[in-house]
């Protein structure tokens, strides 16, 4: 928590550009904030977990996003945060059993090893937090995955598998995964499974962003159309 204060107010010390579209502003303007408020969106992995995402990742969203993940830029974690967490609230309301966030447990994603050291911090996990949801780590990576981003679907699935575990038995306990962005699912079904395998139950997923174009495949299927 102390280093992520001190990268936010490192990142107000310093010349700040609107992360969302470079004009001069604070972390982000007004009119990229005004794009951030939008119904989430819901889709079904390819192993029946509902994922609901809360921004399409397009335009001054996506550009966000990537200051966050790849330059530092920790001051619009607050901003992001928001739509985490209606995304986060919506993926568990209504749900058999579950009633207020202590029946379920949030589990974020973890990021790469070789990402946290390059960032210094799991965007993840920044998230949540700014969201004001408690968390549990308890997933790790066994194994390091290559760059998905020029994979297609059926590789990304298969450079995921067996790439995470949870770190004990989770017998009885129920989980909302939580990611940045869904593509094709793979990264968050191989964390379901991690920990399906040690016990647990994933109640559903939750994203900041889904990537319209790529989602539109067998391994994720839309609930809005």
Known sequence: MLRDALLDAL??????ECAGCGTPDRSLCTQCVAALARPPERHELDDGTPAISALDYEGPVRRAILALKESGRTD?????AV????AMTEATAGLPGVSGRSRV??????????????????PVALLVRRAG??????????????QQK???VDERA??????????RRLDGRR??????????????????????????????????AYTRKRVQHPGVRSLNV
């Open 105 to 122: 447990e949030v589990l974020p994603v973890p990021t790469g090893r070789a990402a946290f050291r390059r960032r210094g911090y799991d």
């Open 133 to 146: 949801f408690p968390q549990v780590r308890l997933l790790a990576h066994s194994r390091a995955a290559s």
């Open 158 to 167: 298969l450079n995921r598998a067996g790439t995470m575990r949870a770190i």
């Open 76 to 80: 619009v974690a607050r901003a992001l």
């Open 175 to 208: 989980f909302l995964l939580v990611d940045d962005v869904l593509t094709t699912g793979a990264t968050l079904e191989e964390a379901a499974r991690a920990v399906r395998v040690q016990g647990g139950e994933i109640v559903a997923a939750a994203t900041l």
């Open 150 to 152: 020029h994979l297609a």
């Open 83 to 86: 739509p985490l967490a209606r």
């Open 11 to 16: 990142a107000l010390v310093l010349p700040v």
